[in-house]
């Protein structure tokens, strides 16, 4: 299984700030299938990127994804008061999808 | 528009099963697969396996083979995920979502209760 490390656990950012978010693979991530989500309390979860760097139909170009092998990041530019959140990466690429275990962003 | 509705909430008792579907709609239901997802009170999201709709083919989490079995039926283009011998870490939210270049489109939730 391809465990997905998230880092930090939470991150506490101002609005209109930069948020940098990780996500480690203990194996090397095929093909750069690797997803990330955001989850707000009550919904489900929402995607926002695929392939690692790819955004999903209606994600503001504020969000941007970078990354292969095994590190991967997500980057929010400007955050506004809608991106606090819980995001979690997602992989793909092997037989046995895996999701990391989430980061909160939260307003500082 | 891409729809997916799921079944309502559902209570059982430990060693009972449930079967939680999912109703689709605005888009050709055998061009992409299924993948269900669970989450458990407070906790992170958890993968169960996929279904791909135009070959009955199925991938199950090694966690949940031999517990687990999702079906479609595509005159409904509804999917089924069924969980049998349910324990009370069972209890979740359980999400459909459409496999396609990660979960683009996803369900409202399931929400099941394992208790005695």
């Known amino acids: 299984e391809n465990v997905l490390t998230q880092s930090p656990g939470t991150l506490s950012v101002s609005p209109g700030e930069e948020a940098t978010l990780s996500c480690r693979a203990s194996q090397s991530v095929s093909n750069n299938y690797l997803a990330w989500y955001q989850q707000k309390p009550g919904q489900a979860p929402r995607l926002l990127m695929y392939g690692a760097s790819s955004r999903a139909t209606g994600i503001p170009d504020r969000f941007s994804g970078s990354g292969s092998g095994t590190d991967f990041t997500l980057t929010i530019s400007r955050l506004e008061p809608e991106d606090f959140a819980v995001y979690y990466c997602h992989q793909y690429g092997s037989s046995q999808d895996t999701f990391g275990q989430g980061t909160k962003v939260e307003i500082k | 528009q891409v729809q997916l509705v799921q079944s309502g909430a559902e209570v059982k008792k430990p060693g009972a099963s449930v079967k939680v579907s999912c109703k689709t709609s605005?888009?050709?239901?055998?061009?992409?697969?299924i993948s269900w997802v669970r989450q458990a009170p407070g906790q992170g999201l958890e993968w169960m396996g996929r279904i791909r709709v135009y070959s009955g083919d199925t991938n199950y989490a090694q966690k949940f083979q031999g517990r687990v079995t999702m079906t479609t039926d595509t005159s409904t283009t509804t999917a089924y995920m069924e969980l049998r011998r349910l324990r009370s870490d069972d209890t979740a939210v359980y999400y459909c979502s459409r496999d396609a270049t990660g979960f683009d489109n996803w369900g409202q939730g399931s929400l099941v209760i394992v208790s005695s």
């Open positions: 605005g888009y050709t239901f055998t061009s992409y697969g």
